[in-house]
């Protein structure tokens, strides 16, 4: 069984900086691209950041500048740094990965952890 558990959510003021950790757990793994996603309320799911093995990352326009993506494949883990938090930034934030194990690939997502910016 597969697991993303996200971490370093919370409560920030706008200027503001929070440290996002997700990490999988599982025997046999080989994590492929991991990213992080975001759903605010009244509204679809979207992309924040995604990064590949290989460290190439890719970022939505809204955060490029602001956030960085980055893994540690040691630690099967994906950050993501926020930085000059916005109001708008506030979100359900989702961990994803795709994963090979025992031959098949799969899609895996976290439970999400919230990120409140407000003054």
């Not at 994590?31 to 970022?59: C, D, F, H, S």
Request: charged share 15%.
């Amino acid at each position: 069984q597969v697991q993303l558990v996200e971490s370093g959510g919370g409560l920030v003021q706008p200027g503001g900086s929070l440290r996002l950790s997700c990490a999988a757990s599982g025997s046999n793994l080989w994590i492929g691209t991991m990213g992080w996603y975001r759903q605010a309320p009244g509204k679809e799911r979207e992309l924040v950041a995604t990064i590949t093995r290989g460290g190439n990352t890719n970022y939505a326009d809204s955060v490029k500048g602001r956030f960085t993506i980055s893994r540690d494949n040691t630690k099967n883990t994906v950050y993501l740094q926020m930085n000059s938090l916005k109001p708008e930034d506030t979100a359900v934030y989702y961990c994803h990965a795709n994963v090979l194990r025992f031959g098949v690939l799969d899609d895996y997502w976290g439970h999400g952890t919230q990120v409140t910016v407000s003054s």
